[in-house]
């Protein structure tokens, strides 16, 4: 840099520094000793609480300072100013409009920044996972919405047309996947997990290291990023692949993952859609009503909690991705009383009608809903005229699940005929259905091929509430008899109850005034005989 624009910049630094609040150095400081010092339940109060305190009162329209204005009072330590510049940038991603392009562009060189000194150094900090676990979702956020923007060309203009060919490398998909991929194997996650006796350790310690100078901020890095591998799959199209990431995280059971809400959520959104994707209809309504009674349970608790909008987002998305499921897998039994009462009050009438074949739009508009924001990974061609095609996976996706929703709707007849006729011929059914036999052959084939999918270990498992063999010409029916889980009910009503017994445990009787004439009045007294009041 020359010397001349290296005095104008050390001036303009100086200068933003005097205008830095006490309370901002103050807030710079001790989370720097915070973190310098090992003590993450500190650090955790400071990022949870004061950060946002100050991002709300003092940097409410505006970015907050860079990271060369606040290096006087954290020692100049580089590690900590890249922690430092990573939670601004992401924090004026989500709270400021209209960012430009150049800020986007540093912020992809921050994170490039930051994730070659944890790849490339062995760190002896610990950090809060809930920092950890936003640091890759801010991450793939930011990418999200990078390939949003780039992919709308029609309203760019000539200037920032030159900033995309200048920064072609910014936020690319092979970037964003390298990186991800590079921390899932240096901190040789899969190989915890798949241990028993480190899995055990791992979940008990909840990711962290209590021995000196043990850092959790690779190990949970890698472990956050297998769930951001889902989540960029997903956005691209490739369902399979996302899951195969995420096949380490063992779904079925409580881990680290469910221990920070934003990761116990969108693991379970993403793995749900991407399942929903792969017609797998009934493990999306198993995990779905898990993830939307803890909801129901907790959400109360996040109404001042920055996540709290990202909750209420995914809580209308699962919703609709549910009340789809179930009116192409009808598996009422899977889910709860409280889950159903809700669906109920949401998508009830769309419901009904799609249950009765005749709610087309309806699949059209809750899969609106439902889906994340897609993204085309290719880079944009960059010459005349300009297109937008920032909706092109989404209309490709919407397309292949229209398609899959026509054919299940036309297997629909089957499905009513056999579940009031347990036992019928071939040629009885396709008189009744007006087809040919030999069309109705290839319907029921093609039925047991629809409600049949094979998991993520290779498992064929059916979706259906009911089976059929054909015994010569022949058909048996016999409906699957669900099992009713009474746990869901029993613990329902346990919770509603020590809610009432807290409300009432608030309330104050007032006593009534009683004399002491009066007390003694009340008192029973005993004639020898008999009990007088």
């Known amino acids: 840099m020359p010397a001349a624009a290296a005095a104008a910049s050390g001036t303009a630094v100086a200068s933003y520094t005097d205008y830095i609040p006490d309370s901002v150095k103050s807030f710079v400081s001790d989370l720097y000793r915070s973190i310098r010092g090992g003590d993450v339940v500190g650090t955790d109060k400071l990022y949870e609480g004061d950060f946002h305190r100050l991002s709300a009162r003092v940097y409410r329209d505006a970015p907050w300072p860079p990271a060369k204005a606040v290096a006087t009072y954290c020692d100049d330590d580089h590690v900590f ?12 991603h989500a709270r400021l409009p209209g ?12 994170y490039c920044s930051l994730f070659t000194v944890v790849l490339q150094n062995a760190l002896t900090m610990q950090l809060p996972n809930q920092w950890l676990w936003d ?6 956020s930011q990418f999200q919405t990078f390939c949003q923007y780039r992919t709308k060309l029609e309203d760019k203009t ?22 991800l991929k590079a921390l899932v194997e240096n901190s040789m996650i899969r190989e915890v997990l798949e241990r028993e006796e480190r899995l055990e350790q791992f979940t008990m310690m909840n990711g962290y290291e209590h021995k000196q100078g043990g850092s959790n901020v690779l190990k949970m890095l890698g472990y956050y990023s297998m769930i951001g591998l ?4 997903c956005l691209i199209g490739d369902y399979h692949t996302g899951l195969r990431c995420l096949l380490p995280i063992d779904i079925g059971q409580q881990g680290v993952y469910t221990t920070v809400t934003g990761s116990y959520i969108s693991t379970i959104y993403y793995y749900g859609f991407a399942n929903f994707m792969m017609r797998r209809y009934a493990d999306v309504i198993h995990q779905f009503n898990k993830i939307l009674l803890y909801i129901l349970k907790y959400k109360q ?7 709290y909008d990202f909750v209420l987002k995914k809580n209308e998305q699962m919703y609709a991705l549910l009340a789809i499921c179930l009116s192409l897998c009808p598996q009422n039994n899977l889910i709860a009383e409280d889950v159903s009462t809700e669906l109920k009050g949401k998508y009830g009438t769309e419901m009904e009608e799609m249950l009765r074949g005749d709610g087309e739009a309806h699949y059209d508009e809750l899969f609106s809903v439902a889906c994340p924001k897609f993204i085309a990974a290719w880079p944009p061609v960059l010459k005349e005229p300009f297109t937008n095609y920032n909706q092109d996976v989404y209309r490709l996706q919407l397309k292949l699940f229209l398609d899959e929703v026509k054919q299940q709707l036309f297997l629909g007849d089957i499905r009513s005929f056999l579940k009031v006729f347990s036992v019928i011929t071939i040629g009885r059914l396709a008189q009744h259905m007006r087809l040919d036999e030999n069309a109705l052959r290839a319907i029921l084939l093609a039925y047991t091929r629809k409600t049949h999918a094979v998991d993520n270990y290779g498992k064929i498992t059916s979706s259906a509430d009911f089976d059929f063999y054909i015994d010569e010409e022949t058909i048996h029916a016999t409906e699957s008899k669900s099992s009713k889980h009474h746990h869901d009910y029993f613990l329902t009503h346990i919770s509603k109850l020590e809610e009432v017994m807290g409300e009432l445990s608030e309330v104050q009787l007032a006593e009534p005034a009683i004399s002491p004439g009066e007390e003694a009045c009340m008192l029973p007294s005993y004639d020898g005989a008999h009990w007088h009041c």
Do not use: C
């Open 81 to 92: 100013l890249l922690l430092y510049s990573e939670l601004t940038s992401r924090d004026a």
């Open 99 to 110: 960012l430009t392009l150049t800020r986007r562009a540093d912020s992809w060189d921050t």
């Open 135 to 140: 640091m890759v979702d801010g991450f793939v």
């Open 158 to 179: 000539e200037e920032e047309i030159s900033l995309l060919q200048r920064f072609d490398q910014a936020w690319s998909v092979y970037g964003v996947f390298n990186y």
């Open 230 to 233: 889902l989540r960029v799959h």
């Open 301 to 307: 608790y996040h109404e001042k909690s920055p996540q």
